[in-house]
């Protein structure tokens, strides 16, 4: 048997090392519980209309046929959904500190979280359900079988250390930043990545410029729907949103 790891290190495509302290299984099972609970309210919410439509003398086959079919859309989309729109996060991995991201520390892909979620059918047969507790306990990252097959962990949100340079546009506000969007779905975690390569951009060379655009800020930029503007290098629009997220959580 494998020592399970209580951390794993991830080193960012930009150089930057992340140390995410994995989830153990107590906590994920507090988030399970709460993810649950909004489930079974959102159930008897749909039971208490489909009650009324009964009322209301729409046939029973109907209702049924509607019920089988949309009952396990409704479990799988919310976790599908919810972590493939939120950065790896359900509400009760929200509310418990976890975040769901790829084994290389990068954030969950929609196809991932699909996968994933799908195999998460495992976790309501009981027997299944023992097997997946087992593989949490066994393999190095606490990985249940959905995990393993997509190739994700279950991790603390990491809380990053603030002790870096200051961004190359401090104050005021970045004459492109009506470009970038409201950053909703920007973490703490890609702020640290796209500040450090705004503070080191000038001392690159060509050829490592053009090589860090593609890898980190074209990824970022296709994530959260920032488009390129004509005429404008894809650096201005990177400091534009450095001094925008960083305003927006005080750390500037």
Do not use: C
């Given at each position: 048997?494998?020592p399970v790891?209580?951390?794993v ?12 302290r994995l989830?153990?299984?107590s906590t994920r099972l507090?988030a399970a519980?709460?993810d649950l609970g ?9 039971s208490?209309?489909m009650?009324?439509l009964?009322?209301?003398q729409?046939?029973d086959?109907l209702m049924g046929?509607?019920f089988?079919?949309g ?12 972590e493939?729109?939120w950065?790896g996060?359900?509400i009760g991995?929200?509310?418990v ?6 084994v290389?520390?990068t954030?969950?892909t929609?196809?991932?979280a ?11 047969i009981p027997?299944a359900?023992?097997g997946a507790l087992?593989t949490m306990?066994v393999t190095?990252?606490?990985q ?5 097959i997509?190739g994700?962990?279950?991790v603390?949100?990491?809380k990053?250390s603030m002790?870096?340079s ?7 506000i970045?004459p492109l930043e009506?470009y970038v969007?409201?950053l909703?779905r920007?973490?703490?975690?890609d ?13 690159l ?7 860090q ?5 074209e ?5 959260n729907?920032?488009?390129p503007?004509?005429?404008v ?11 925008r997220?960083?305003r ?5």
């Amino acid at each position: 048997m494998l020592p399970v790891k209580e951390h794993v290190e991830v080193l960012t495509p930009d150089g930057v090392i992340i140390n995410y302290r994995l989830a153990s299984f107590s906590t994920r099972l507090g988030a399970a519980f709460i993810d649950l609970g909004i489930l079974v309210v959102i159930v008897i919410v749909i039971s208490t209309v489909m009650s009324f439509l009964s009322v209301m003398q729409v046939p029973d086959w109907l209702m049924g046929v509607g019920f089988t079919i949309g009952l396990p859309i409704l479990v799988f989309g919310y976790y599908i959904f919810s972590e493939g729109l939120w950065s790896g996060r359900t509400i009760g991995k929200r509310m418990v500190g976890l975040q769901t991201i790829m084994v290389d520390g990068t954030q969950l892909t929609f196809p991932a979280a699909t996968l994933r979620n799908l195999l998460r059918v495992a976790d309501f047969i009981p027997v299944a359900f023992l097997g997946a507790l087992i593989t949490m306990n066994v393999t190095r990252h606490a990985q249940r079988i959905g995990d393993l097959i997509a190739g994700t962990l279950v991790v603390h949100e990491p809380k990053l250390s603030m002790n870096f340079s200051p961004a190359p546009h401090r104050f005021g506000i970045h004459p492109l930043e009506e470009y970038v969007g409201s950053l909703k779905r920007m973490t703490l975690r890609d702020y640290v990545v796209m500040k450090r390569l705004a503070d080191r951009f000038p001392s690159l060379t060509r050829e490592a410029q053009d090589h860090q655009i593609n890898d980190i800020w074209e990824p970022f930029a296709a994530r959260n729907h920032i488009k390129p503007v004509p005429g404008v290098h894809p650096m201005f629009l990177l400091e534009a949103v450095v001094m925008r997220y960083g305003r927006q959580q005080d750390l500037l």
